[in-house]
């Protein structure tokens, strides 16, 4: 089992790197490559695919296990989807059709970069990372980590990303069910941050009706989290500094492995990466004006 090696690596250096590489990643949520894949293999609905691509690797689990890994859905929404979704394809065909629209996205986007030598070096250390990643308490990034490594440098960055990306993310789901939220709370005040999705977008993509929005941000003002105009306030900024703070702590073994020159090596190679996958997110009404391009929870 892999130990941490370095623990001068700077927590809040960690997560601005993590958060630079999550677009090398998250793309793939967005790219319609993905959903030509899946939907030849019988998917078609946009809910359904993002179940599917990203619920895959765990096998073929029922709705209660998306919901609960996933967390800010409506669990009805999944319902709608799972395990339906699995008779129209195996969890092994929707592992490897995502990989074949990774592949065409990253070439579209990246253009010949694709094959440059920063792709190669960037993957390098996005790897020797993920040695430092553990499975316990981590299901979605244990399931992730139980696929073969791609060959191809592009595609082991891809497939590095995402291992880091649901590391944290599992982290992060720990972080919100300790701070006593629930799926569609932590939604909202992440909402109320100012630094992800649009509420329009949050409330249709996540399947919560304005009843349920209303109803869920009513009890978030009567606990002192949001104020009457949806904002959040100073309890509530506190609490969800808090909220990060506690992932980020959780999610160090990776970068502590890395070490501090390589963390800062890694963050210096993939950033003109990850800036040229951007255009993958330009989808007016998704992000509130001037968040990062990939939202959380």
Same mark, same amino acid.
């Given at each position: 089992?892999?130990?941490?090696?370095?623990?001068?690596?700077?927590?809040?250096?960690?997560?601005?790197?993590?958060?630079?590489?999550?677009?090398?990643?998250?793309?793939?949520? @967005?790219?319609?490559?993905?959903?030509?894949?899946?939907?030849?293999?019988?998917?078609?609905?946009?809910?359904?695919?993002?179940?599917?691509?990203? &619920? &895959?690797?765990?096998?073929?689990?029922?709705?209660?296990?998306?919901? &609960?890994? @996933?967390?800010? @859905?409506?669990?009805?929404?999944?319902?709608?989807?799972?395990?339906?979704?699995?008779?129209?394809?195996?969890?092994?065909?929707?592992?490897?059709?995502?990989?074949?629209? &990774?592949?065409?996205?990253?070439?579209?986007?990246?253009?010949?970069?694709?094959?440059?030598?920063?792709?190669?070096?960037?993957a390098t250390l996005a790897r020797r990372a993920c040695e430092g990643a553990t499975g316990e308490d981590r299901p979605l990034y244990a399931a992730h980590a139980d696929l073969p490594w791609p060959d191809e440098p592009h595609l082991m960055l891809?497939?590095?990303?995402?291992?880091?990306?649901?590391?944290?993310?599992?982290?992060?789901?720990?972080?919100?069910?300790?701070?006593?939220?629930?799926?569609?709370?932590?939604?909202?005040?992440?909402?109320?941050?100012?630094?992800?999705?649009?509420?329009?977008?949050?409330?249709?993509?996540?399947?919560?009706?304005?009843?349920?929005?209303?109803?869920?941000?009513?009890?978030?003002?009567?606990?002192?989290?949001?104020?009457?105009?949806?904002?959040?306030?100073?309890?509530?900024?506190?609490?969800?500094?808090?909220?990060?703070?506690?992932?980020?702590?959780?999610?160090?073994?990776?970068?502590?492995?890395?070490?501090?020159?390589?963390?800062?090596?890694?963050?210096?190679?993939?950033?003109?990466?990850?800036?040229?996958?951007?255009?993958?997110?330009?989808?007016?009404?998704? @992000?509130?004006?001037?968040?990062?391009?990939?939202?959380?929870?």
């Open positions: 089992m892999a130990t941490p090696t370095d623990t001068a690596v700077d927590p809040t250096e960690a997560a601005r790197t993590a958060g630079r590489l999550e677009p090398l990643h998250s793309m793939i949520y @967005f790219v319609p490559e993905v959903g030509e894949e899946l939907s030849a293999l019988g998917i078609t609905r946009s809910s359904a695919q993002y179940f599917a691509q990203r &619920a &895959a690797p765990m096998g073929a689990v029922g709705p209660g296990v998306v919901a &609960a890994t @996933f967390f800010n @859905f409506n669990p009805a929404l999944i319902a709608r989807s799972v395990p339906a979704v699995w008779s129209s394809a195996s969890p092994a065909d929707i592992v490897n059709g995502r990989l074949r629209a &990774a592949d065409a996205a990253l070439r579209r986007l990246l253009g010949d970069e694709v094959s440059s030598a920063a792709v190669t070096e960037s891809w497939h590095a990303v995402t291992l880091l990306r649901e590391h944290r993310g599992d982290a992060h789901l720990h972080a919100l069910t300790s701070a006593g939220l629930s799926g569609i709370e932590a939604l909202i005040t992440h909402v109320a941050t100012g630094k992800g999705f649009t509420v329009g977008f949050a409330q249709q993509s996540r399947g919560w009706s304005e009843e349920q929005w209303a109803d869920a941000s009513a009890g978030l003002v009567e606990r002192g989290l949001l104020d009457d105009a949806g904002g959040l306030t100073d309890a509530g900024a506190a609490l969800r500094a808090e909220i990060e703070e506690h992932t980020t702590r959780m999610s160090l073994a990776p970068w502590r492995h890395l070490g501090v020159e390589g963390t800062a090596r890694l963050a210096e190679v993939s950033r003109p990466l990850s800036k040229a996958v951007l255009a993958a997110f330009a989808v007016d009404g998704v @992000f509130a004006p001037g968040s990062p391009r990939a939202a959380k929870g």
